[in-house]
């Protein structure tokens, strides 16, 4: 791989006006299922700003938040966040304002100053995991609390959960409705709040990390080779390894790739190498970086696989 990058790494190479890029924008955001899985890539960051803060209300769906952070991750649009906070009024009367909430959080946790993220964790443990509805949002509520894990602690969240499954658990022999219940409650506490406390602490050490100690965990992590390869934290260890390529040098990162890209070729993991070397090649591209010739290779046979992945610009 050629260690010279050919030129400054960028989010996205702008390629569409502002008036098509709003309405891309606002297509994603607002379009429920029929809009586009994927936040397009190639608008003017500042459009994006734009469009959120004109169109984003505090009554919009859940959705529509849910699509926003996704948004605001990959175009980076931390200006957006005081915007956000807005929705929360400490009024979530059922599960729609819970998530919407929840997602609001998240935003706050992965890209508001910490000013925000303390707030926003506050507001964690005071309004949302007091809630009635709270226990049908609990995916988007372990979410916000790995994307706070910086300021907000699980306690209050497991304590909650912990009642819950106390209460739950006289009814269990009672009715088939009271046996969903309980076990329902009682797998988010045993699985699902265990891994997000392990994620928690992970992220933590991770981000108290200087960039060449952590680069190569953070790789394995995005290309999905760790036990925390989670959806949110792939994405998060994708914006980390961007933030060093963008703010000091590229080279080391894409370097890091390409030695991924051999690990995983020395593994023969089959099908499963595709996706992996797809995306590792990707990000090198997107990096700036330069593929040797037996890279390009196996990138070309791979990414037949398809995957839409976070370090890409939809480009070649």
Do not use: C
């Not at 999905?224 to 934290?233: H, K, L, V």
């Not at 792939?234 to 000091?248: G, V």
């Not at 790739?257 to 190498?273: C, P, T, V, W, Y």
């Amino acid at each position: 791989m050629d260690s010279n990058p050919i030129g400054p790494v960028v989010i996205t190479i702008v390629r569409y006006s502002e008036a098509e890029g709003r309405q891309l924008i606002a297509g994603f955001v607002f379009g429920g299922k029929l809009g586009p899985p994927r936040v397009p890539r190639g608008v003017e960051p500042e459009i994006v700003s734009r469009v959120i803060l004109e169109q984003l209300r505090p009554d919009s769906s859940p959705d529509a938040y849910e699509r926003t952070v996704e948004l605001i991750r990959f175009y980076e649009r931390a200006n957006v966040v005081p915007h956000m906070m807005s929705a929360l009024n400490g009024n979530e009367a059922n599960v729609r304002d819970v998530r919407r909430s929840a997602f609001v959080l998240q935003a706050a946790g992965d890209l508001g100053s910490e000013d925000i993220a303390v707030r926003a964790s506050q507001y964690f443990d005071t309004r949302l995991v007091p809630s009635p509805s709270v226990l049908d949002a609990l995916p988007q509520m372990f979410d916000a609390l790995l994307a706070l894990s910086l300021v907000a602690s699980p306690t209050k969240l497991a304590q909650r959960i912990q009642d819950e499954v106390a209460k739950a658990a006289p009814n269990q022999n009672a009715s088939e409705e009271g046996m969903r219940n309980y076990q329902r409650l009682a797998s988010y506490q045993r699985n699902d709040l265990r891994k997000v406390v392990s994620l928690v602490d992970n992220r933590k050490r991770l981000a108290s990390l200087q960039p060449e100690y952590r680069r190569a965990e953070l790789v394995e992590i995005y290309l999905g080779q760790s036990a925390f390869s989670t959806a949110p934290m792939q994405t998060w260890a994708a914006r980390l390894l961007r933030a060093e390529a963008m703010t000091s040098q590229p080279a080391p990162v894409a370097a890091e790739f390409a030695r991924a890209i051999d690990n995983i070729s020395a593994q023969h993991l089959g099908e499963a190498a595709d996706l992996m070397i797809s995306r590792a090649a990707q990000a090198i591209l997107y990096l700036k970086g330069t593929l040797s010739e037996q890279h390009k290779a196996m990138y070309e046979k791979a990414k037949q696989a398809g995957g839409m992945n976070f370090l890409w610009d939809d480009l070649g």
